[in-house]
């Protein structure tokens, strides 16, 4: 896995800030999710794209397990430094009072890439912090174990049906502790994550082909029907024009025939690196077009071009064409290929969009907390009463102790009783929860479910306890400082 020990520049701390004892164990630990424009662009167009169509078809991300683990072995913990917290933020404009719970404008969901391909979401939150850019979620919907962070991580705040009413942000760089990521202890299954500045979808715009070759966001050529005189006019102007339309081996003419007209044939990568550059039949039309695509496209093309997936789940098709000349016939239909580019704007800070919930550690056990999270998985009876559309609620008192749980390495968990299934992993426990505020302070993000009762109905969840260490990794989180990804005019910002 990939160390980093918080990027420097980007957090703006320094070394002596960093230093760790020699023969210290480090208590946290930062990986890169999508720390440069290009990947974040990326990464936020791959879930908007098509209305949504991607954060439609995520279905929910929890942890394997043969058989629903049960809390065992009672153990009573005590608090590893005094207890601390930071306050919420808000947004402006106070929220109408409600006899009923009102949902926090911070909650959310994340979505990613398993290493399957998968399209999954977790629950989520957005927290206070100095830059108003951290989300907290379980630790297990950021790394997979014994591998690297999920690709395409994204937190998409208010998520309903397919929108975005907020934005997306991307994730920038994810922090927990050092035992999750490296033993996968569950007593540190927690994730804070910093986000780029929100991504919004603006439409698109045609750009000159020099444009169009720097811009590393999301670019296509869009095929523009014209006429047989504008075709004429293309190819002498060198643009970059074709004919589509059924041909037989006699229509086949050289370039100099008079009216030949072009069209492209796709051919494989070899064929077009042995191909000569200019004017005749078998010549290289053009350069190679590379367009990121998503999964199923990429799984669809067959060939002959090329097909990459990059370390980060990016997928990307490139196409090669040689060039065929063809008797002019009225059949043929003419095109001109438009450079596109898709145009996003930036919708700010995470917390200055919808605010950030307050952080706890070291806190008593038994006090009320109220959980919010989108479950959708069936009991392990196959019984499947959420669906993950709409946020859930589960409130009460927490065990008094915390908890040992089989299958996992887990020795201080909290609990609360709650039948919420997978899907709300990373479900932000709130202490002192302010219903007309809608804040409170994150105390605890669910991890595991639990059926205790042995009825094949899930009737517990728990999470790690949030101690000394969490405040640690919170506090380090804290100061990673991150970005707006677009321009004011749609651009991609530099690296």
């Not at 603006?202 to 082909?209: F, N, R």
């Not at 006429?227 to 004919?243: I, M, Q, T, V, Y």
């Not at 009216?259 to 064929?271: I, P």
């Not at 000569?276 to 053009?286: A, H, I, Q, V």
Request: proline share 6%; glycine share 12%; aromatic share 12%.
């Amino acid at each position: 896995m990939k160390r980093l020990l918080v990027p420097l520049a980007v957090a703006g701390l320094s070394a002596a800030a960093l230093a760790t004892p020699a023969t210290a164990a480090p208590s946290w630990v930062s990986d890169p999710l999508s720390p440069k424009p290009a990947d974040a662009y990326s990464a936020a167009y791959f879930w908007l794209d098509a209305n949504g169509a991607a954060l439609k078809k995520a279905t929910e991300f929890r942890v394997d397990a043969k058989d629903v683990p049960k809390l065992v072995h009672p153990k009573t913990t005590t608090a590893d430094g005094k207890p601390g917290m930071t306050a919420p933020t808000g947004t402006t404009g106070a929220a109408p009072k409600s006899k009923n719970v009102n949902l926090p404008k911070t909650l959310g969901k994340v979505f990613f890439l398993d290493r399957g391909g998968n399209y999954r979401y977790c629950s989520a939150t957005s927290i206070q912090a100095r830059n108003r850019n951290l989300v907290a979620t379980a630790g297990h919907c950021v790394y997979e174990s014994g591998k690297d962070v999920f690709a395409k991580w994204v937190f998409v705040p208010g998520y309903y049906q397919g929108k975005a009413p907020y934005g997306v942000y991307a994730g920038a760089y994810a922090f927990t502790a050092y035992d999750l990521d490296t033993y996968d202890d569950y007593d540190g299954d927690f994730a804070f994550v910093a986000v780029h500045n929100g991504f919004e979808l603006a439409g698109e715009k045609t750009v000159t082909k020099a444009e169009f070759d720097k811009w590393a966001g999301d670019k296509w050529i869009k095929p523009r029907e014209i006429s047989a005189k504008e075709f004429a006019s293309c190819k002498l102007n060198l643009g970059n024009c074709w004919s589509e339309g059924e041909d037989k081996p006699a229509d086949r003419v050289g370039p100099d025939y008079p009216g030949a007209v072009v069209e492209r044939e796709e051919v494989g990568e070899q064929a077009y690196k042995a191909a000569k550059t200019g004017r005749g039949n078998g010549y290289k039309f053009g350069e190679p077009e590379s367009v990121l695509v998503t999964k199923a496209e990429y799984d669809a093309y067959k060939g002959p071009g090329t097909k990459v997936e990059d370390a980060r789940g990016n997928y990307t098709i490139t196409r090669f064409y040689t060039q065929k000349w063809l008797k002019p016939g009225t059949s043929r239909t003419f095109y001109q290929g438009e450079y596109v580019l898709g145009v996003a704007k930036d919708a700010g800070r995470l917390g200055d969009a919808v605010g950030g919930q307050g952080v706890a550690w070291n806190q008593p056990m038994g006090q009320k907390v109220t959980v919010f999270g989108y479950p959708a998985a069936p009991h392990p009876d196959g019984d499947k009463p959420f669906t993950g559309v709409t946020p859930k609620i589960c409130a009460g008192k927490t065990g008094t102790k915390t908890y040992q749980v089989n299958m996992f390495k887990v020795e201080t968990h909290q609990v609360l009783k709650c039948s919420m299934t997978g899907g709300s992993d990373g479900a932000p426990w709130l202490l002192r929860y302010d219903n007309n505020k809608r804040t409170g302070y994150l105390n605890g993000v669910t991890s595991l479910f639990h059926d205790q009762d042995g009825n094949d109905r899930i009737d517990f969840i728990s999470s790690a306890y949030f101690d000394g260490e969490v405040a640690d990794v919170y506090n380090k989180a804290n100061l990673a400082a991150t970005k707006s990804i677009v321009g004011p005019n749609g651009e991609l910002i530099g690296e």
